[in-house]
């Protein structure tokens, strides 16, 4: 970057050493970081017709003032001033809070203009900002900052101001001009000039698109080198894997591949042959054969000569998994087995010891594959199903253990396009796009909680038909334990409800897992026709006889996680059911329960959910670990990332990126934050 930009604030006049702390705080500590401290909002001066404001809106009118000002103190040094002002046709209450001095200005009769929010309903204005006659503003948009301390937003204002005077020429471009061209942005000096003094909103919108591909695009270009580098550096296997065998497995499964597993299968492949390490995210909704996918890449390994491991996250599903692979495999003389906590004594020793003797090529189990006594003899591929399940350390461990094994993270949430390539930016991505054919698609309907008893005779009809059928317990987010509550409550009133009909069984997080096991095995042996759970069930179960899901309370799960519900029934050739009984009181809740019965695609659902309820909340907050973006936002401006992602793409891999003189300056610019090892700087 610019000398010059780099320096101290306090080369700017005005600034001293108390201030220069002021702005540390908001993170601004040179004449570059001041010059792109954005503002988060712009103070709107154009006069707006009342008759089109809407309620909450900020706006600015103009009008004659009605009658004299009141001021009325209250609380230790609290007072508003309020004041009728008529606007056009409309006689309406102004109300400023602690800004009593403004009385002497507003004066019976006179014209002045306000600034501020408008309730519609109560018909006021609360005022942040007015001017009189003589005073007028001149600029249709003022830009507002977020402050700290004791900085006030006239203050930074002036000092972004001084900033510009001495130093607005020393902006120099970042951005490849071809690309500048292609998408005919602003310059970056006229760009962080309009951004902070818009002269209309056409200036406005102009820097904004600017900034947001530029933000967009460093990212991008951050995430992609940070992998291609990644890459360079760690070597893994090239498996030398027989491919005509390969073939011959696939000829011999019992169904055709789908086009999206046939292309997600040769994307692994792929990476497999490479001699880089795969570090692959797997995307497929629920159903949509990912079990066959992974069979194909552990089959690949072994008749390149390496061991591969399976890890889920629970043994029902170890379980599962293990007969589904069993049966793929095996029939190829590949050797399968199944470790879990419930694998003891010489059994274990037995198996631990043919483990490391080759005489497995396939191991499959939860995290009891990564303790210490278990050793590979030639671990090459790592599989984890449910990736978000796992730790990171969990998955370190694994990899730990074979030379640099290939990974692969399945996982049957759908995660929208747009975090994908965010979060997971430094992993390769495939996505199964694409389900079975003939695959029944699940009705689901939305009922409210008075049509319970019709709902409960309806299922009452499947169960008579000899299905079985799933009952998803109210989820109190605040206590594990108020939960089990409630699906001890539900049991017992369905319990009551099918007395000596059909078996009602209970399921939830606090029973010890045997028994856990237990009643997972006999609602798969159908000894069991109505399991009441809590959410523990979500994961992958699969019971294809099960036709109803009935869920409680859906109004208080997020959209995937329904849908990653319902996709437990639906797993037969039986037409299923998923039943909502919900009551939601707000919009965005009835919003979602439309959704759900109106569509079955899972990257569908997941981007609605972003939508509504935001990147930050998507995967929780904790764990979220989103980029922060100072205009940007990835929800509405996904068109940009995408482009941006495409364009960082063809750079990274282009060798003039990493050598050409016209492109030194956004090399700079990266290596300074961060992005660019140094030594791969010409
Ligand atoms: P998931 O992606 O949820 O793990 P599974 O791998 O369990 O899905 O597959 C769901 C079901 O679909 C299984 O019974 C599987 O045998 C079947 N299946 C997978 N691929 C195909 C295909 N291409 N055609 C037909 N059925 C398939
Ligand atoms: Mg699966």
């Known amino acids: 970057m ?33 010059l792109e401290y ?50 056009g046709r409309y006689l ?67 000092l972004i101001k001084q900033a510009f005077a001495k130093f607005g020429q020393e902006i120099n471009e970042i951005l490849p ?49 940070l992998r291609k580098l990644e890459r360079e550096q760690s070597p893994g296997i090239a498996f030398s894997y027989q491919l005509s065998k390969l073939k011959e497995f696939v000829t011999g499964l019992p169904f055709p591949l789908t086009g999206a597993q046939k292309r997600v299968v040769n994307e692994i492949l792929g990476d497999m042959k490479s001699p880089y390490r795969m570090n692959r995210l797997l995307q497929g909704d629920v159903g949509s054969g990912k079990t066959v996918v992974a069979a194909i890449a552990l089959f690949a390994a072994k008749t390149a000569g390496y061991q591969g491991a399976l890890m889920v996250p629970t043994e029902i599903l170890a379980d599962q998994h293990s007969m589904s692979l069993k049966q793929l495999l095996e029939p190829f003389g590949v050797k399968t087995a199944l470790l879990t906590s419930s694998v003891k004594g010489k059994r274990r020793r037995e198996l631990l010891e043919s483990l490391k003797n080759q005489e497995i090529d396939v191991l499959i189990g939860t995290h009891a594959l990564i303790q210490d006594e278990v050793d590979f003899h030639s671990l090459g591929l790592v599989i984890t199903d449910e990736q978000h399940r796992f730790g990171v350390e969990q998955r370190r461990v694994l990899r730990v253990k074979g030379e640099n094994p290939d990974v692969l993270f399945m996982t049957a949430t759908p995660i929208p396009r747009t975090l994908a390539i965010t979060v997971f930016g430094e992993m390769d991505v495939s996505v199964i796009d694409e389900m079975p054919a003939g695959r029944k698609s699940i009705e689901t309907y939305w009922a409210r909680h008075e049509m319970l008893e019709r709902v409960l005779s309806f299922m ?32 017992s009133s369905l319990s009551f409800f099918f007395k000596d009909r059909f078996q009602v069984g209970l399921m939830h997080g606090r029973l010890p897992s045997d028994e856990k096991d237990q009643i997972m095995k006999a609602f798969s042996k159908n000894e069991v026709q109505v399991l009441v759970s809590t959410t523990v ?50 919009e965005v809740g009835k919003e979602r329960m439309k959704i759900m019965s109106e569509t079955n695609d899972g ?80």
């Open 92 to 158: 309406i209450i102004i109300t400023f809070f602690n800004q009593p001095y403004l009385k002497q200005k507003i004066i019976v009769g006179e014209t002045i203009t306000v600034t501020g929010k408008w309730d519609q309903h109560r018909q006021t204005i609360t005022a942040s900002h007015m001017t009189s006659g003589e005073n007028a503003q001149s600029q249709d948009f003022e830009p507002v900052y977020a402050v700290k301390g004791k900085m006030t937003v006239p203050t930074i204002r002036r």
């Open 537 to 586: 069930v979500e994961v992958g179960v699969n019971v294809p006889n099960a036709t109803v899901m009935l869920i409680y309370d859906a109004e208080r799960f997020g959209l995937s996680q329904l849908h990653q519900l319902r996709g437990r029934v639906g797993r037969g050739s039986d037409q299923s059911y998923c039943i909502l009984l919900a009551d939601p009181k707000s």
């Open 177 to 225: 001009a071809e690309l500048l061209q292609k998408y005919k942005l602003l310059n970056r000096s006229d760009a962080l000039r309009m951004m902070h003094f818009p002269s209309g909103s056409d200036e406005m919108k102009q820097a904004r698109r600017r900034f947001v591909y530029e933000e967009f695009l460093l990212f991008q270009l951050k995430m992609q080198s």
């Open 460 to 491: 009452e009809k499947e169960l008579g038909k000899g299905r079985q059928a799933y009952v998803i317990c109210p989820l109190i987010e605040e206590s594990d334990k108020l939960d089990v509550q409630n699906a001890i409550d539900v049991h």
């Open 2 to 34: 610019n000398e010059q930009l780099n320096q101290p604030v306090t080369v700017i006049k005005g600034i001293g050493n108390e201030m220069a702390e002021t702005l540390a705080d908001m993170r601004i500590t040179t004449v570059g970081d001041l």
């Open 603 to 682: 990257f569908v659902l997941s981007e609605k959910d972003l939508e509504l309820r935001g990147p930050g909340d998507f995967f929780g907050k904790k764990q979220s670990g989103l980029p922060e973006f100072k205009v940007a936002d990835m929800v509405h401006d996904y068109r940009a990332l995408e482009t941006a992602r495409n364009d960082a793409s063809l750079l990274v891999q282009s060798k003039a990126f990493w050598q050409s003189e016209k492109y030194r300056s956004l090399r700079e610019y990266l290596a300074e934050s961060g992005a660019l090892a140094n030594e791969k700087l010409d």
């Open 38 to 87: 954005f503002p988060y909002r712009y103070e709107d001066y154009r006069l707006k017709d009342l008759a089109e404001a809407k309620h909450d809106e900020r706006i600015t009118v103009e009008g004659k003032v009605h009658s004299e000002p009141a001021l009325v103190y209250y609380g230790k040094k609290k007072n508003r001033l309020s004041v009728r002002l008529l606007v």
